[in-house]
């Protein structure tokens, strides 16, 4: 069964910095990609980062470029999400995400961590 955990959230004031885990069981971690999304009150869920199973590739959403930074241990079947710099509208519930591949099918999603911003 394919369990993705997270956690790190909290309230933070603006400027500051926090580290996200997202901790995976129930699949071979390092075949597959892995991605961060958020979801803001009242907006739909946003894709904010993904990284390749090797760790050797990422993608993010323009607002996070710079500020933000996903990465992976293999070895610990973690995916994380450090945000430095936030701003207000960083406020969301964060979700991390499993993709599916060719030889696993199955996506799976974290039950979140909130994250808000302010002062």
């Known amino acids: 069964q394919v369990q993705l955990v997270e956690s790190g959230g909290g309230l933070v004031q603006p400027g500051g910095s926090l580290r996200l885990s997202c901790l995976a069981s129930?699949?071979?971690?390092?075949?597959?990609?892995m991605r961060w999304y958020r979801q803001a009150p009242g907006k739909e869920r946003e894709l904010v980062a993904s990284i390749l199973g090797t760790g050797s590739s990422t993608t993010y959403v323009d607002s996070v470029k710079g500020r933000f930074t996903i990465s992976r241990d293999n070895a610990k079947s973690t995916v994380y999400l450090q945000m430095s710099s936030l701003k207000p509208e960083d406020t969301a519930v964060y979700y991390c995400y499993k993709e599916r591949t060719w030889a696993d099918t199955r996506d799976a999603w974290g039950q979140g961590t909130p994250v808000t911003v302010s002062s």
């Open positions: 129930g699949f071979t971690f390092s075949s597959n990609g």
